[in-house]
């Protein structure tokens, strides 16, 4: 059903490549994904129902009164390439589990 991770779903945040980079930086495999949407200029909604997540998700902007944002966590361009490489076609949000027919003629 939407909005629930399938039994067969891949868990991004048990990935080695992005565990792996996350505790080269200290941080959490979350903040990561985030420092590199970011850094891509994607905009992101990172959700979270605990405080502590929250903050954590938060804190990898030092200052978002510029354009692009300040982050903590800057991603070298070895690391934003190795995080490029995880493609594997899957798509965690499927616009068509949600909105049927009308997610086609907006998402496609």
């Known amino acids: 059903s939407p909005g629930y991770k399938e039994d067969d779903e891949p868990t991004l945040l048990e990935d080695p490549v992005l565990v792996k980079i996350a505790a080269t930086h200290n941080a959490t495999v979350a903040q990561i994904c985030i420092a590199w949407a970011l850094q891509r200029g994607t905009s992101v909604v990172a959700k979270s129902a605990t405080p502590q997540r929250q903050e954590e998700n938060l804190s990898v902007v030092v200052s ?19 995080i490029e490489g995880l493609e594997r076609g899957y798509r965690f949000f499927r616009p068509e589990d949600w909105w049927g027919e009308m997610a086609m003629a907006v998402f496609n």
């Open 64 to 82: 978002s009164s510029s354009t692009p944002p300040e982050l903590k966590i800057r991603l070298s361009e070895a690391e934003l390439k190795e």
